[in-house]
């Protein structure tokens, strides 16, 4: 069994403002499907990015660009608020 280990940071399950925390981070995840001439959408705390190509390897790499401009967006989320 592992260690238990304290939480410094972050916002309690449940929290009132943590919907409208979601919000402002997510919004910049729905921007990267019109970078890069794809689609995509929400659902509650989902997000999906869907592709268009003309064969495997064009819809693979839009894909792929999109989930790295993804982790990106996450990473610059994760810095900006000091979390680790």
């Not at 981070?25 to 689609?39: E, F, T, V």
């Not at 064969?55 to 894909?63: R, V």
């Not at 660009?65 to 900006?80: F, G, K, P, V, Y």
Request: net charge negative; with cysteine; hydrophobic share 40%.
């Amino acid at each position: 069994m592992s260690r238990a280990f304290d939480i410094d940071n972050g916002i309690r399950q449940g929290d009132p403002s943590l919907m409208l925390l979601y919000l402002i981070y997510s919004n910049a995840l729905m921007a990267i499907p019109a970078k890069m001439q794809g689609d995509g959408g929400m659902y509650v705390d989902d997000n999906f990015f869907t592709v268009h190509g003309s064969d495997f390897a064009e819809c693979n790499t839009k894909i792929n660009s999109m989930l790295d401009m993804q982790e990106d967006c996450m990473l610059n989320w994760q810095n900006l608020n000091v979390s680790t």
